[in-house]
């Protein structure tokens, strides 16, 4: 089981790390344009403080799942919903909580940077009214992760 504390420490790295990548590869489609003069750190859709909050929530929400995963909480699958439809149907609250642009960019993120696998990849059929979700596993580098981060709240001597 994660502490609080374990998990803060690791969204925040986790968020860094992701944020990291969208702005090298955001900075590599603007270099590739001959006609962009914006410079380097200037990034079109920065998040405000608001999307901040909820991209480390889906952070959180993505970790909690992997270690209940890991835990072998039984009938606990990964898998995530890639739909907008799906989080516009939940109610306003206050706080952090999952949108579809922030669960998204974690998912890439997160994929992009080898932490997780898709197993397969979700969709919806109108004419069937039916859906599946996209299903993912974690990579033995994001285990290792989570391995320690259990491992060392549990044991309270190691830092």
């Not at 803060?8 to 790295?13: D, I, S, W, Y």
């Not at 919903?81 to 890439?108: C, D, F, N």
């Not at 993120?109 to 397969?120: H, P």
Request: glycine share 6%.
């Amino acid at each position: 089981m994660i502490t609080q504390e374990r998990l803060e420490g690791l969204v925040n790295a986790l968020s860094e790390e992701i944020r990291e990548w969208e702005l090298k590869v955001a900075t590599e489609k603007s270099s590739s344009s001959s006609t962009s003069v914006a410079p380097k750190f200037y990034r079109k859709n920065q998040r405000t403080e608001e999307a901040l909050r909820n991209f480390n929530h889906a952070i959180s929400w993505f970790l909690v799942e992997i270690d209940k995963h890991i835990r072998k909480v039984p009938n606990h699958e990964l898998m995530v919903q890639l739909r907008s439809g799906y989080y516009s149907k939940k109610t306003e609250e206050e706080g952090p909580r999952l949108t579809y642009r922030q669960v998204r960019a974690v998912y890439e993120g997160l994929l992009a940077l080898s932490y997780i696998e898709e197993e397969t990849k979700g969709g919806y059929s109108k004419e069937r009214g039916r859906g599946q979700s996209t299903r993912f596993s974690p990579t033995s580098e994001m285990l290792e992760k989570l391995k320690v981060l259990s491992y060392n709240s549990n044991n309270p001597s190691i830092s």
